[in-house]
């Protein structure tokens, strides 16, 4: 179901919550650099909806929060209009639910922000979800070295299927990752993506 002045949306849509929400119209969500909406941008002290700050959900009487705007661990959820995107209602549910954000914020830093050129190389620091996806964008921009960073050699096998040309364990180097890099490339690497969430 839809609220009151939601008019992109219809009863019946498929959707994905987004906790990185989009009001579609504030300076951010204008920009083709930026994600960071001023409205529905990541904040995890926020509990309740936008509007009046309260909660929709509660157990015996009890309110209980809202996570990161969208409460993805519940059956039913309430979330700003921002906070979803419109799939094709063709996409199978148990599928993309898993997906979700994962690759597409990976494929998305990539191809938007890095924006690496054919033949370039990037480096790609983490290979979960987000790193996968990170890959995947640089292949599909035609860099000619992809080397995937992470402290799980089995993962490497993996990652050849969305792009990584070479593999780099830190564990298994005496000397820091960097410097690792610097000499596999002659300097360095044209562009790199970070995905392992660890400042």
Do not use: W
């Amino acid at each position: 179901s839809v609220g009151e002045g939601v008019t992109d949306l219809q009863p019946g849509d498929h959707v994905l919550p987004i906790f990185t929400g989009e009001c579609g119209e504030c300076p951010h969500c204008h920009s083709e650099e930026s994600n960071m909406c001023e409205l529905l941008r990541i904040n995890t002290e926020r509990g309740g909806m936008i509007l009046d700050g309260e909660s929709r959900f509660s157990i015996n009487g009890k309110p209980i929060h809202h996570f990161l705007g969208t409460s993805t661990f519940s059956e039913y959820t309430v979330v700003h209009s921002g906070q979803v995107a419109k799939i094709n209602p063709k996409a199978p549910l148990d599928k993309v639910c898993i997906v979700s954000c994962g690759l597409t914020t990976g494929l998305g830093a990539t191809l938007n922000v890095a924006k690496p050129k054919k033949g370039q190389s990037v480096a790609v620091f983490g290979l979960g979800a987000v790193g996968l996806g990170a890959a995947e964008g640089a292949r599909i921009a035609g860099a000619s070295r992809i080397i995937g960073v992470d402290l799980n050699s089995n993962r490497f096998e993996e990652a050849k299927k969305f792009g990584v040309t070479e593999f780099v364990n830190p564990k298994e180097h005496n000397k820091p990752v960097q410097q690792v890099i610097a000499e596999m490339t002659n300097g360095g690497v044209d562009r790199s993506v970070e995905c392992t969430g660890s400042v």
